[in-house]
């Protein structure tokens, strides 16, 4: 009787234990989990392959915080804009603010075009590179996020982007880009302590005497374009913030 009693205990102890077992032979690589089907296998690999894509971001509206009618545009502004449209899929806010008058739209597509395309010593990247740093002093919201996305686009790296848009300083730059950055800030933000000495750092670096009017002057641009930019309040493209990333 004693025996049968233990034979039953014994039983229900094994019986209790059992879940247990499984659980631990699950953890330790029991049972292999069933292959998965072809029609799994062909889902992860277009998931791996073609990966949900967001739908793009809506422009943030209105382009400026003032009320100013747009003009109608001449025969050469309209052919511009189509331009852009062609070539980059939508008009920069910052022409069709200016668009209320088209004197000063076209004088101000005349100076970026010379200052930021034209011939000059300092190649595009550096001429964008100067357009961040110094927008990155004042903080321009408009100015870093259209110049950051053209200095990741020329550059082919969106972590020199990012570093010129938080801090120059920390990025990994040459002997002639940092002291031509470093030339711009402190034209930005001290411009009355700049001195010869400033100049013939930008010339052992490797700067001519033109190259550092062309410096001056991109500088000069964008200290203007930013505080226009920051007074109306004015508003990137979404279509730039996912630019060369």
């Given at each position: ?53 967001p739908a793009p ?181 979404a279509a730039y ?5």
């Amino acid at each position: 009787m004693a025996t049968l009693k233990k034979a039953a205990k014994a039983g229900r102890a094994a019986k209790a234990a059992a879940p247990a077992a499984v659980a631990l032979r699950s953890i330790k690589g029991g049972k292999p989990p069933a292959a998965p089907s072809k029609t799994d296998k062909a889902a992860a690999a277009k998931a791996l392959v073609r990966p949900a894509v967001p739908a793009p971001a809506a422009d943030d509206a209105p382009v400026i915080a003032l009320n100013l009618p747009r003009a109608k545009l001449t025969p050469a502004m309209t052919a511009y804009f189509k331009k852009c449209e062609e070539k980059l899929g939508f008009v920069p806010n910052v022409l069709v603010a200016y668009a209320f008058d088209t004197a000063k739209l076209e004088a101000f597509v005349a100076m970026y075009n010379d200052l930021m395309l034209g011939p000059s010593g300092l190649s595009k990247l550096e001429r964008e590179m100067i357009a961040v740093a110094v927008s990155s002093q004042n903080r321009c919201y408009y100015c870093l996020t259209a110049h950051g996305a053209a200095v990741r686009q020329y550059s082919g790296n969106p972590l020199l982007g990012e570093h010129l848009v938080m801090n120059y300083r920390a990025a990994r730059l040459n002997k002639r880009e940092r002291a031509m950055l470093d030339f711009a800030t402190k034209l930005t933000s001290q411009p009355w302590t700049v001195e010869e000495g400033d100049r013939e750092r930008l010339r052992r670096a490797g700067f001519t005497d033109r190259d550092i009017w062309d410096i001056s002057a991109v500088t000069g641009f964008f200290n203007m374009s930013n505080r226009v930019a920051s007074a109306t309040d004015m508003r990137p493209n979404a279509a730039y913030h996912a630019q060369a990333r």
